[in-house]
């Protein structure tokens, strides 16, 4: 018969959730996740929740990420639905603030991280090891140090492990694509009449991708705000910015004074530019399921060399990769001069550049007259005495090139060793030393390099340009899709890499055990642990020139500069657990949690910046009843900014934005807000023809900032734990958490940006001279806030210290398990309810103030990650036979709206779009065993194949909201097929 549920606070093999008191009831020999201290009694005054090995079976995943994204209070961050935004890594992000401010482990101990940030990469878990895994929140900063303000997740393998447990799965959508294969090995066994055990784990997993254009509710995009086709104004044909518009009545370029130079399609039937605007459908390109392959290796050893000595070693090696696919790429509103005896130049498109206004408002005089325009046509080439150019900013995708294509490389290997034993019956010592390095490495490919596309513009003739470049080709930008030429695209092109690499060495010391004194009030003795810790954190990235230079990889979002940086950490700690009543009326168990841990840290920089920390926490349980007990804990967390936020170089990138107040007519009527987009850097002839940003996507510059201090937060829980003896196999817990970031270390978001200069809509009163307004740099071509990343600021936005982060909810657990008669049946539910999630970017300006995103979408609630809903929810249900279980798997999500901020900004509401009704899923799954030593587990996922909900493709960050969707929510897949094979001896 198939294992089930236990009775409550047994550890369950069926896929449940449970609590630190399972893992510490069922074995005396568990060191419980949030405390440093063995003690068979313990139950933490923090609540842990607990997802076993049988869970991840069940959700028939491939990677860490995907399992936690389905932990009710954990909000999605990066993982394998994150296409355009997605550097190759996944993360966890508990309670929405952050996946940079909770610590991932393994088995307790840290792993070298993998990027500027410091984070965990999730795809180099080796999920096939792990027995289960513990996420906690709270009362995680004296324990395993001071940077877990959000909590910890903690990866436990399996110990003692003996014998050969073999894996082998897949999966398939009902639609064909999206195809994962799994296969795990694992061998383990006993030697030297038990004094050792050692266990090795070989796995290999792949992925293929879903594009976005094989779904029906994603093949094409949609505005968020309007409904209508949506896409990129960078598309085909060729957009150019300083053309004057065509005249109805005359045909020619307009001389009108009251008619700006505009932001214009090129039609190539008419050979004239025109206000066509026709938006470029990126989402057929893109994808919903990034393509993932990985080999992994893990292996473990231990051994007992006396009574009072043990060894142990550990290591892990990972390689993956990750594939990501946006569509084609182009000249993205890049400056460029064209001779106007191009080649490939319309004589409709050559009037009006010749034609363009470059006096003032009141008064016309064209860039050349019509005599100088006819002579430069036919002009022979640059020392022709009547040779003329002119410049514009160009937008063109390039779709002969193909897609945009990053692949990342990521390479990891993580050793661990170390001797512990016992220094007397109930102390107990544990010194290890571990060191593990990173390297990511993106290979670009299908990128446009903006300085050739700038040599091609300049030609007398269809095989040599002006360039010196003796590759150089001339290319058509003026046609339709197809008139670049492969020997073109060619030249266009060229690959191009970037390399991060990061390294942990780490050293840690720990005594741990009782005093072997209890209380005259208790019977058990007061434990205690004491440590030191030692941590050298070490990051770089380094990229060719083509990567290095703004603007020159068409669409890559910015520059990546040259990055050097680290920092180390000295640490003491010590906590201390005293029983103080036990087994008295009224008094089961009172006990008393306490712990601080002091923290050094050096940066390595100029001038060496220091600082220390202190971080606290003191907590405790009452059970007053057999059955029924409170907890709670208060902790005071720190976290040092990482080596990115400390040492990125000022850069110009990309962020979301839907709405520029300078963009359309406004500015025309609008004097002050004229004024300002004039001082932002906008060229006087683009008033009233700036486009809003293509595809919802503005520039930004920011950087790191060696001056950052570490951010404070108060953290605190309060709950009980009810199991009544009443109703054997029932247990429910319930506990309010409440996290508060100070100073924390953020930058303004885009809303925040533009509110702070321009004020609310309709833009009446900003003031040109304020700092925040002088701090935005606008495009010197089409005046826009996108373009060139080399001659446009965008928003401006670095780190500080100057954020404010809350947020508290509510988490609920509930357990139940019973013989039936005819079935074993087994509930396990987990519930959170979060009241609230605001972020103060400044706290000290006068216009700062606390967006709430619980409950909402936006722009400006994707700071953190995905939609984070007050109430979700999840909830198995399963049944047990003599040689076969089935398993329903329930889960929710609560209804949501867009940002009530962000909906008075924009005009219109975007009516449909504005909300997301809530969502159910259902999941079966079936176990059966086949014969004694193998089992075969089938699994739908989304069993009624319900689709995602539509809310656009510029509702959100470009990185959750994709496809008309949040993929990494709502599953875009729809219904998905797995299969399991386990075989073990």
Same mark, same amino acid.
Request: proline share 6%.
């Given at each position: ?36 201290? *063995?003690?068979?009694?313990? /139950? ?13 079976? @069940? ?99 399996? =110990? ?20 994962? /294969? ?28 879903? &594009? ?152 016309? =005089? ?77 290979? @670009? ?53 970037? /390399? ?41 990235? !380094? ?67 220091? &600082? ?12 007053? /009843? ?9 902790? !005071? ?54 486009? =809003? ?108 210290? @100057?954020? *404010? ?12 398990? !019973? ?9 396990? +539910? ?20 606390? *967006? ?27 049944? +047990? ?9 329930? !889960? ?28 159910? &899923? ?57 299969? =399991? ?5």
């Amino acid at each position: 018969m198939l294992a089930m549920p236990a009775a409550a606070y047994a550890q369950s093999t069926t896929g449940s959730t449970t609590t630190a008191a399972a893992a510490a009831d069922e074995d005396a020999a568990i060191v419980v996740t949030g405390s440093l201290i *063995r003690n068979p009694n313990l /139950v933490s005054a923090a609540p842990v929740i607990v997802t076993t090995a049988e869970t991840i079976q @069940l959700r028939a995943s491939n990677v860490a990420e995907e399992v936690l994204r389905d932990i009710p209070g954990v909000v999605p961050s990066i993982g394998s639905a994150v296409n355009n935004g997605n550097g190759g890594a996944s993360y966890v992000d508990l309670r929405g603030i952050g996946s940079i401010r909770n610590i991932v482990l393994l088995d307790g101990n840290r792993i070298a991280p993998s990027g500027l940030a410091g984070r965990v990469d999730l795809n180099n878990i080796p999920l096939a090891l792990v027995e289960r895994v513990d996420s906690l929140t709270g009362a995680a900063v004296t324990t395993y140090g001071a940077d877990a303000i959000s909590g910890v997740v903690n990866f436990v393998t399996k =110990q003692d492990f003996s014998g050969i447990d073999l894996q082998l799965g897949t999966s398939l959508t009902e639609q064909g694509d999206g195809q994962t /294969v799994r296969a795990d090995l694992t061998i383990g066994g006993n030697f030297d009449g038990g004094r050792g055990n050692a266990v090795l784990s070989v796995g290999y997993q792949k992925a293929d991708p879903v &594009y976005q254009g094989a779904r029906e509710f994603s093949a094409n995009n949609v505005d968020s705000f309007t409904g209508a086709a949506g896409g990129s104004g960078t598309a085909i044909p060729s957009r150019f910015t300083g053309v004057r518009p065509i005249d109805a009545t005359t045909g020619l370029p307009s001389t009108n004074p009251a008619v700006a130079n505009g932001n214009l399609q090129l039609d190539p039937t008419t050979g004239t530019a025109r206000a066509l605007f026709a938006p470029f459908n990126f989402n057929p390109a893109n994808i919903f399921q990034t393509p993932f392959e990985r080999f992994n290796m893990y292996a473990q050893a231990k051994y007992d060399v006396s009574d009072h000595l043990e060894v142990y070693a550990r290591g892990l090696f990972s390689k993956n990769t990750v594939n990501t696919v946006i569509a084609a790429s182009g000249v993205f509103g890049s400056p460029v001069t064209i001779n106007l005896n191009n080649p490939y130049l319309p004589a409709g498109l050559r009037n009006q550049f010749c034609a363009a206004n470059v006096g003032s408002t009141t008064a016309y =005089q064209a860039r050349f007259t019509p005599a100088q325009c006819a002579a430069a046509a036919t002009a022979t080439g640059p020392t022709d005495p009547n040779y003329r150019t002119v410049e514009t900013a160009l937008a063109r995708r390039t779709t002969e090139l193909g897609p945009r294509i990053s692949e990342y490389t990521t390479t990891i290997f993580d050793y661990r060793a170390g001797v512990r034993g016992a220094i007397t019956d109930s102390i107990d010592y544990d010194l290890s030393g571990g060191y593990g390095e990173s390297e990511n490495r993106q290979a @670009l490919q299908g990128y446009v390099l903006t300085s050739k596309a700038r040599n091609t513009l300049l030609a007398n003739n269809t095989t040599n340009c002006i360039s010196s470049d003796p590759g150089c080709v001339p290319v058509n930008w003026f046609g339709p899709a197809g008139s670049i030429s492969p020997a073109q695209a060619a030249y266009l092109t060229a690959e191009s890499s970037t /390399v991060i690499k990061t390294s942990l060495a780490q050293a840690r010391a720990l005594i741990s055990g009782d005093i072997g004194i209890a209380l005259p009030s208790a019977t058990d003795a007061i434990g205690f642990a004491i440590g030191g810790e030692y941590r050298k954190y070490t990051a770089s990235q !380094r990229a060719d020139s083509l990567a290095k230079t703004p603007g020159e990889l068409g669409g890559a979002g910015g520059a990546a500069p040259d990055i050097n940086g680290g920092y180390d950490v000295k640490e003491v700690y010590g906590e201390l657990i005293a029983p103080l009543v036990q087994d008295k009326p009224f008094f089961e168990n009172l006990t008393l949690e306490a712990g601080a841990r002091y923290s050094d840290y050096k940066v390595d920089a100029p001038g060496n910046p220091s &600082y220390d920390t202190f971080t606290w926490k003191a907590g405790g349980t009452w059970e007053m /009843v057999q059955g029924f007990k409170v907890r709670g804990n208060y902790s !005071r967390a720190v976290r040092a900014p990482n080596i990115g936020e400390l040492f990125t170089p000022v850069t110009t990138g990309l962020t979301n934005l839907s709405v520029d107040p300078c963009a359309g007519a406004n500015p025309v009527t609008n004097t002050a807000l004229r004024t300002v987009c004039l001082a932002q850097g906008a060229p006087a002839t683009s008033i009233g023809g700036i486009q =809003q940003p293509t595809a919802g996507q503005a520039n930004l510059t920011t950087g790191g900032n060696l001056n950052l201090q570490p951010e404070t937060a108060n953290t605190w829980t309060v709950g009980a734990v009810f199991q009544p003896s009443f109703a054997p196999g029932l247990a429910i817990t319930a506990d309010y958490y409440n996290i508060t970031v100070k100073d924390a270390v953020s930058s303004p978001l885009p809303g925040d940006i533009v509110a702070a200069c321009f004020g609310a809509p309709p833009y009446t009163s900003p003031n040109a001279n304020s700092a925040a307004c002088q701090a935005i740099g606008r495009n010197p071509a089409s005046g826009g806030l996108d373009g060139d990343p080399s001659t446009t600021r965008g928003l401006f936005a670095v780190q500080s210290n @100057l954020g *404010r982060i809350q947020t508290d909810g509510l988490d609920v657990t509930a357990f139940y398990s !019973r013989d039936i008669g005819f079935a074993k049946l087994g509930l396990t +539910g987990n519930f959170n309810y979060t009241f609230s999630s605001t972020f103060n970017a400044d706290v000290t300006s006068p216009t700062g103030f606390a *967006r709430e995103c619980v409950g909402y979408y936006s722009v400006n609630c994707s700071f953190t990650g995905s939609i984070q809903p007050k109430w979700q929810s999840s909830l198995r249900t399963t049944l +047990g036979f003599n040689t076969f279980d089935v398993s329903l798997l329930w !889960r929710h999500i609560d209804k949501v709206q867009q940002e009530p901020l962000d909906a008075v900004e924009q005009d219109p509401l975007f009516g449909s779009f504005g909300r997301i009704p809530s969502y159910n &899923y259902f999941d079966l799954t079936g176990r059966f065993t086949i014969v004694e030593n193998i089992a075969l587990i089938l699994t739908v996922t989304n069993l009624g194949d319900k689709k995602p909900p539509l809310v656009g493709s510029s509702a959100g960050s470009t990185s959750f909201n994709s496809g008309n969707t949040y993929p990494s929510t709502y599953d875009a897949l729809g219904r998905r097929y797995a299969a =399991q094979i386990n075989v073990r001896f």
